[in-house]
């Protein structure tokens, strides 16, 4: 089974200041796992994953995620907030079988104030 | 590319009626997945097809719900008869591959209201 967890329903933070958006997660495999926006009234676009290769995991948009096994955590940071970056953020976690074992958080809206 | 493309973007429907939902996958990707997204229950996976062929239709709510892909460039949701409950935002995605690492594609959606 697995299961993931994000943190926040929402994050306010100020334009030009770092984002943190937390995601932990459980499973009973070496899990792949992605961070996904979505913009309002928009579909999901995938911003980074991470499989096993490095943890530190760059993305779009000059996001990235670092892997935490110890911590069983995988957060999203920025260093630098952009009014574009508002939106909802997923994390997901796989259960490294087939396409359909994909679980989704709950979402982070991040809302960036002017 | 032109990513993943869906038609219509917006429905409004009356109960009782049917409605056909559309998806053109990535050319080349060969898995397919609809979810569906409300405020309620968040992201649901109603069904994913590898290959043309349903995998996993455990998260088709009803038997209403119906779902065929076929060939590798398209795949209709049908929902017959509608019922106000359904409204919701319905999205489709397809990945390269059958493994869960490759990652999702998503449409933009299509948004349906079922009055």
């Known amino acids: 089974a697995q299961s993931v967890t994000q943190l926040d329903s929402h994050v306010s933070v100020s334009e030009g200041t770092p984002v943190l958006l937390r995601c932990n997660y459980s499973s009973s495999y070496s899990p792949s796992l992605f961070w996904y926006v979505q913009h309002p009234n928009k579909g999901l676009q995938l911003l980074l994953k991470?499989?096993?290769?490095?943890?530190l995991v760059k993305g779009i948009n000059g996001f990235e995620a670092e892997f935490k096994k110890s911590e069983t955590s995988f957060h999203l940071t920025k260093p630098s907030a952009h009014m574009s970056d508002a939106a909802e953020y997923f994390c997901?976690?796989?259960?490294?079988?087939?396409?359909?074992?994909?679980?989704f958080g709950k979402g982070t809206h991040l809302i960036i104030q002017p | 590319d032109a990513g993943v493309i869906q038609s219509p973007r917006h429905e409004v429907t009356e109960m009782g009626q049917e409605v056909t939902l559309r998806c053109k996958p990535i050319s080349g990707h060969n898995s397919l997945f609809w979810y569906r997204q409300t405020m309620m229950r968040g992201l649901e996976l109603l069904i994913y097809f590898n290959n043309n062929v349903p995998i996993d239709d455990s998260g088709m709510p009803e038997d209403r719900f119906s779902a065929k892909m076929p060939n590798a460039s398209f795949s209709t949701l049908k929902i017959q008869p509608s019922e106000p409950r359904d409204s919701a935002v319905y999205f489709c995605?397809?990945?390269?591959?059958?493994?869960?690492?490759?990652?999702?594609?998503f449409g933009p959606g299509t948004r349906l209201t079922v009055t």
């Open positions: 997901v976690v796989s259960d490294g079988g087939g396409a359909d074992g994909l679980t």
């Open positions: 995605a397809s990945s390269l591959g059958a493994g869960s690492g490759w990652g999702l594609h």
């Open positions: 991470y499989t096993s290769a490095a943890t």
